[in-house]
């Protein structure tokens, strides 16, 4: 009885060793795989089958994966917020790309252009190559103005279509979760560990957290549920669907609501927030005060044309500039076909005359924006600075959000990640194990040929 006793508990440390092994073996396999949390093995002491008092050997309790569940949560909180600040970060430079373009092409240079060329028109009111110029510089002005809106509406398109394209994958990783919910739940309830299964799990999670803020609560049964403002979008085994409704009073964009019922989803974060945020918010402003400033100059520029008298020296109230916004502006087609129309003069009959042209020059250092306190340059310098400002703010909060995310992903590493140096000192310790407990069932071996000699 005392030797099948000894025999079985070497056995079970045998098999005990073996599985702690296993383990290592993994752990080791999967160092550089990404989300991958060390295992470790946890063993207890087998019960006793025996009346004197001796132990039944070793039993492998369980496999245990090495994680913190708070840096999980935390990580995916910060993850929002760093998917917010850099779709912002990146769209807000393409903002000032596109304002703050300085030289030939660029709209600061466009304006100088125009208005000096009034001045150059003042200069010889009757030269037609001048007045040439004239037009020239207006066109330039207004294609610039209408090329600066269209790029700034094809980065709220850019921005409405990975919207859509983020809703989509939204949707597939809140799938993802739900089965792997499932296959958590059978696995547990077989009884086997589900911690590589787990690592995927959680890695969908944090790529969903980085498109939209999340909520997460574990239940004691292994399953992740899912939160989106307030609302569930895994709950256990079932995933519930997001969507976009076009919104034909703004420029048909989608706008993120529950597939279910049509409910706008409340997205606060995550790339999805940076980016209805830059879509409805950010680039209007700058389209809106492009608008002011390209009403405000064909405003004047117009009233102070139509006052003025063209080459002829009769014609007069002529209209320079049509549209009033920066994607609709352009020199009137009649200017455009006869330079002669160009109203220099402030008297009838008075070719020689360019003081209406030096009038409308002059227009550029009038204080006629912000309420009477800004000229047309400081206006827009003022729109390329704060976009400049902005830019630099929010990259300094992605970049900061960035060094966040590395710090909880070093205390991450050191509790799930894998050190081979400290699985080769565990490969040694279950080596030994295993060699000790094989030394023991030699022992025994040992001893039972002793006693068949002696039968």
Known sequence: MGISIGLNSAMRA??????????????????????YSRQRVVFAQAPSGSSNGVGGGVDVKSIERQHDRFIDIQARTENGTA?????????????????????????????????????DLANAPEQSAVRTGVVAAAEAFSLTANQVVRSLTDLRADADSRISTDIAEVNSLADR?????????????????????????????????????????????????????????????????LDVVRDPLNNNYGDPVWEADATPVAIRSGEIGGLLHQRDTDIPARIADLDALVARIAT???????????????????????????????????????PSLLAAATAAGSAGDGRNALAIAALQQAPSMSGGTEDYSTFLNGIITSVAVATRSTQGLADSQEMRLNHLDSLRQSISGVNL??????????????????????????MLDSLLRFA
């Open 83 to 119: 998917g917010d600040y850099h779709a912002r970060a990146t769209s807000l430079s393409f903002v000032e790309a596109t304002l703050g373009q300085s030289g030939p092409g660029g709209l600061r240079d466009a304006m100088d252009q125009f208005f000096n060329s009034w001045r």
């Open 14 to 35: 045998l098999l005990a060793q073996q599985q702690a092994m296993d383990a290592v073996a993994h752990n080791i396999a999967n160092a550089n795989t990404p989300g």
């Open 177 to 241: 979760v739900a089965s792997l919910n499932g296959q958590i739940l059978e696995a547990r309830a077989a009884g086997n560990p589900a911690s590589d299964i787990s690592d995927e799990r959680d890695l969908a999670l944090n790529r969903l957290s980085q498109l939209v803020d999340v909520y997460t609560v574990e239940s004691d049964s292994g399953s992740m549920d899912v939160f989106v403002g307030g609302r569930s979008l895994v709950l256990n085994k079932s995933a519930h669907h």
């Open 421 to 446: 140096d400290e699985e080769m000192v565990s490969m040694v310790q279950y080596q030994r194990g295993y060699e000790a407990a094989a030394r023991v069932i030699r022992a025994i071996d040992d």
């Open 300 to 338: 004047d520029v117009n009233a102070a044309h139509a006052a003025g008298y063209a080459l002829d020296g009769v014609t007069t109230g002529t209209v320079f500039f049509t549209g009033t916004t920066a994607a609709t502006i352009n020199v009137d087609t009649a200017i455009v076909a006869d």
